[in-house]
């Protein structure tokens, strides 16, 4: 069974369950407010009546893939809900957190032949603790175990250590080598849209499409390079093989509409131009499939790509665009989706607007539905 396909289809906000594929049952469900005067999420984690060996949740932190399978689902029930209850409706702060952070009380009650241990609750990175209660992040829950979003492992998960090169006049960390073309490196469901939103690596096979894209008066205002087939043939079979760059495809329920470059700052001519730190990355984008466009569309799937930049390496502190400086309708979306304008400069090709969010103005501003 796909969890992502239980995901598509989740009950009503205020009771949920899904039976985890361990055989864990996790229900949420929210109940009338208590002594902290606000609702409440009851987390309630039993077995079913056929397993008769009692088995403890910690034990599965040696098992990350059955872990995160649970956790997962958890988190997916209290974001869908974290509308209920927004953070300014706390009296106080808790842990410091930004008053924009939904955070949900949550109380844990377990069957008796489930081992709930503190270390297993705050283990999963998911809940906070200030004093003796429990919280549901919402920025936690985004930021906890990428794996969650995708199938491969990011790259500071396989590299903690950082070794300088030098490639041409750049010199920068040495990267690990790419995920491998058409593979999946993100995908998670957009409640708002009722729709899985997934990006993979971009593969040969996509070229014709890709051209499609390309040859859009729309979109070849931005990328020049219409109707020319060599042209076009030349700088994919380039994209697929640099290694500072990702071409990625993304996808709304496996159906191909965006082509978007998620690159390497520090190693991308950008750097000439404005301070890059070594793990910045950058992206370019374009929507193929007229069907997909609009401001509703443009929400889920800009705030997905940069969940993948952040997702991606922990070390990546800035995500940054460079627009032409006069594309406002672009400017204009990023803008409603935090980023900022931090000053306009020359490309030899054209005048760029540089556009910047940082990963706590990210996790800070997530709009919640998309």
């Given at each position: ?25 996790i229900v949420a469900q929210l ?151 058409g593979s999946c490196v993100y ?184």
């Amino acid at each position: 069974m796909d969890l992502f396909s239980i995901m598509a289809s989740p009950e009503a906000a205020d009771e949920l369950s899904i039976k985890d594929l361990t055989g864990y049952e996790i229900v949420a469900q929210l109940v009338a407010p208590g002594e902290w005067k606000l609702p409440l999420l009851d987390i309630s984690i039993r077995v079913p009546a056929d397993f008769t060996e009692g088995i403890a949740i910690e034990d599965l932190v040696a098992d990350s893939d059955r872990l995160i399978r649970i956790w997962r689902a958890v988190g997916f029930m209290l974001s869908m809900g974290s509308t209920i209850l927004p953070y300014e409706a706390l009296s106080a702060p808790a842990n410091g957190l930004p008053f924009n952070d939904a955070l949900i009380p949550v109380k844990f009650t377990a069957a008796d032949n489930v081992d709930l241990t503190l270390a297993a609750i705050l283990g999963a990175g998911i809940f906070v603790q200030d004093g003796h209660r429990y919280f549901f992040s919402r920025s936690a829950y985004l930021q906890s175990m990428p794996r969650m979003f995708s199938n491969y492992r990011p790259n500071y998960r396989q590299w903690s250590s950082i070794v300088y090169v030098d490639s041409g006049e750049f010199h920068h960390p040495l990267r690990l080598p790419n995920p491998a073309q058409g593979s999946c490196v993100y995908k998670r469901y957009i409640p708002n849209l009722k729709k899985i939103f997934s990006l993979r690596m971009a593969k040969q096979e996509d070229f014709a499409m890709w051209a499609s894209w390309m040859n859009n008066p729309r979109v070849s205002k931005f990328w020049g390079m219409a109707n020319d087939e060599d042209k076009q043939a030349q700088y994919f079979a380039q994209i697929l093989s640099d290694k500072h760059v990702y071409p990625l495809i993304g996808q709304f329920d496996g159906e191909s509409f965006l082509y978007t470059e998620v690159y390497w700052a520090a190693e991308d001519n950008l750097s000439r131009h404005v301070p890059i730190n070594p793990f910045d990355r950058g992206f370019h984008l374009l929507v193929g499939e007229e069907k997909f466009r609009g401001p509703h569309m443009v929400a889920a799937w800009l705030q997905s790509i940069q969940h993948f930049i952040f997702l991606d390496d922990v070390r990546t502190d800035k995500a940054m665009l460079e627009p032409r400086y006069d594309n406002a309708k672009l400017i204009g979306y990023l803008t409603g989706a935090g980023f900022h304008k931090d000053r306009e400069f020359n490309f030899p090709h054209k005048r760029s607007a540089w556009m910047c969010i940082t990963r706590e103005e990210f996790y800070n501003n997530w709009k919640v539905g998309f």
